[in-house]
Nanobody, 117 residues
Framework: QVQLVESGGGLVQPGGSLRLSCAAS??????MGWYRQAPGKQRELVAT???????NYADSVKGRFTISRDSAKNTVSLQMNSLKPEDTAVYYC?????????????WGQGTQVTVSS
């Protein structure tokens, strides 16, 4: 069974930093990443990383956030610097893999990140 467990969320002041980590188990994934959902908004992509190391970032976090992956430990992390109040959201770890003709996504439980003003 697949399980994604996030850690590292919390309360931080604007300009501060947080590091989110996601420990995955139960499968090998082609891609992993982070999404977030702010109050009153839909869930959006923050950053993703493929098994080959290719990364993709939302424009709003480029230059501030860095995603990394440790394939040996099956973990993905998100270093968040220069945090802004608009970064406040529930952050979800995501992992995906191909099977047959399809693609399966898995989600963590989410961790709250609050950037106070």
């Amino acid at each position: 069974q697949v399980q994604l467990v996030e850690s590292g969320g919390g309360l931080v002041q604007p300009g501060g930093s947080l590091r989110l980590s996601c420990a995955a188990s139960g499968s090998i994934f082609n891609a992993m990443g982070w999404y977030r959902q702010a109050p009153g908004k839909q869930r959006e992509l923050v950053a993703t990383i493929t098994s080959g190391g290719s990364t993709n970032y939302a424009d709003s976090v480029k230059g501030r956030f860095t995603i990394s992956r440790d394939s040996a430990k099956n973990t993905v992390s998100l270093q968040m610097n220069s945090l802004k109040p608009e970064d406040t959201a529930v952050y979800y770890c995501n992992a995906g893999k191909y099977y047959g003709l399809g693609y399966q996504n898995y989600w963590g439980q989410g961790t709250q990140v609050t950037v106070s003003s």
